[in-house]
């Protein structure tokens, strides 16, 4: 059965440690170029103060860059989450959302960054925000990419 957009995003906001961490993902583009995510904060999800736990909002952002970059590259290549760092800027309180993009043109450049099995790594950013528009953090997440040996050495 193959993957699809849906699928992924259903499979992720059930997957037990979204499910229980109150994050749940709205939907990946056909083209696997956005996703959007939410965290609902509640008596499980925040911290002494009643605001969101930076763990919840650190982990609401942990997969969605390298599953975009994953999905547009292919099978040919080995892509996984390396680093990332948050700014925390105000509390966040109620519905915080994520929106990740990762265009076409730039997963092109990576493509031909790790042809020959270079490796890649590149910084992804994006803000969290409440419902009234505001931005709550701001998150970079570090994306490996390599060519898979077995295509490096077809190639040769």
Do not use: C
Request: no cysteine; hydrophobic share 45%.
């Amino acid at each position: 059965m193959r993957m699809t957009p849906r699928r992924l995003a259903l499979g992720m906001s059930l997957w037990i440690p979204n499910l229980f961490s109150g994050i749940r993902v709205r939907g990946f583009s056909e083209d696997w170029t956005r996703a959007t995510v939410e965290l609902h904060v509640n008596l499980f999800t925040r911290n002494y103060v009643k605001t969101a736990f930076g763990g919840s909002m650190q982990a609401m952002t942990d997969p969605y860059f390298f599953m975009l970059v994953m999905h547009q590259l292919g099978r040919d290549y080995v892509v996984w989450d390396t680093r990332g760092e948050i700014e925390f800027l105000k509390p966040g309180r109620g519905v915080l959302t994520a929106r990740f993009e990762v265009p076409k043109e730039r997963v092109a450049a990576i493509r031909a960054r790790a042809e020959g099995g270079a490796k890649v790594l590149e910084w992804f950013e994006t803000e969290i925000t409440d419902r009234s528009g505001d931005v709550v953090a701001r998150v970079r997440r570090e994306v490996y990419v390599r060519e898979k040996k077995r295509v490096t050495a077809a190639k040769a």
